[in-house]
């Protein structure tokens, strides 16, 4: 008989739900519109009546746990805390009680970087390693750091945080109140901000209008498509990705290095480089000993996937 797992994964917009067995597959799917609500007690039932329905739709009479990743989680305390910038709900949430109780199961709850990063380790391409670290490219840069088999969390319970890496000293702006963090420059934003001084520097500037409506899967499609002022654009971010991943490599020495999230989507436009200045900034300690990969998860089942993954923290 197989063995089941909830994943949850909550989001600005939506809060996606999966059944999880424990090949990895995700048998079922539901969504919430996360903005629909505004009660933390009506959040909740919602998401019980999804869970209990899917385990009705696919005849599942137990589950093993119920992993969620979620936007200023506290691994400790098993909540979203108070005020998330996202979130129509502004109090703290304690998820873990409040599921805990309704189902009498493990459940724990982390930010969606490290449960991309467990997804990774027990359902993708780091099966197997006792040393990884992953990235998940977009609106911003997350990261989930696994050493001896196990995520980082370190002391405040949010370890980690390698998108808020300074990588320029008085560089762009940051969300984080900072300047020069390697997110101001590999990420999904960033790569929108590399595209346009690419333009500007080979002669061919942007309209107002055209920044206004430029997105990262445009430059994303025109450098696979060998544009060349989308190449150099991807060119420019791999090339401060790569020495920030090198940097990385120095302190948790990971076997493999796993890059995942809507810019990876250009392919070889972007790993190419990014391999090439990654191994230009290796300390030599390192040489040939840490590969650069893409993630061997499904794009539309990661987030779950990730989360489900972590029922297995309780192991």
Request: charged residues 20%; glycine residues 12%; contains cysteine.
């Amino acid at each position: 008989m197989s063995n089941y797992s909830i994943g949850i994964d909550i989001g600005g917009t939506n809060t996606d739900l999966g059944l999880v067995r424990e090949d990895g597959t995700v048998v079922g799917r539901e969504r919430l519109a996360t903005q629909e609500f505004t009660i933390v007690d009506k959040y909740l039932d919602a998401m019980v009546a999804a869970i209990r329905q899917l385990m009705t739709d696919y005849h599942v009479e137990h589950i093993q746990g119920i992993g969620i990743g979620a936007p200023n989680s506290n691994f400790y305390e098993g909540c979203i805390e108070a005020g998330t910038a996202n979130l129509p709900i502004k109090e703290r949430i304690p998820l873990k009680e409040m599921m805990e109780k309704r189902f009498n199961v493990p459940v724990v709850v982390d930010n969606d970087a490290n449960a991309s990063a467990y997804g990774e380790l027990v359902y993708g391409g780091a099966r197997g390693m006792r040393h990884s670290i992953t990235i998940t490219l977009g609106t911003g840069i997350g990261s989930g750091i696994v050493v001896d088999g196990k995520l980082v969390h370190g002391h405040t319970g949010n370890a980690g945080e390698l998108g808020h890496s300074i990588i320029v000293p008085n560089g762009r702006p940051c969300s984080c109140g900072r300047s020069g963090c390697i997110e101001t420059y590999a990420s999904a934003r960033g790569i929108c901000q590399n595209y346009v001084e690419a333009a500007e520097e080979m002669g061919a500037p942007l309209s107002d209008e055209q920044r206004k409506s430029l997105t990262c899967q445009q430059v994303g499609m025109a450098a696979a498509q060998g544009d060349p002022i989308a190449c150099k654009a991807y060119d420019t971010t791999a090339y401060y990705l790569g020495m920030a991943l090198a940097n990385a490599v120095n302190f948790s020495a990971p076997q493999a290095i796993f890059l995942m999230g809507g810019p990876t989507r250009a392919g070889e436009a972007l790993m190419r480089p990014l391999r090439r200045y990654f191994n230009e900034n290796l300390l030599f300690l390192y040489k040939d000993k840490v590969s650069l990969e893409l993630s061997k998860l499904n794009d539309n089942n990661a987030a779950i996937l990730g989360a489900a993954a972590l029922c297995y923290l309780q192991s």
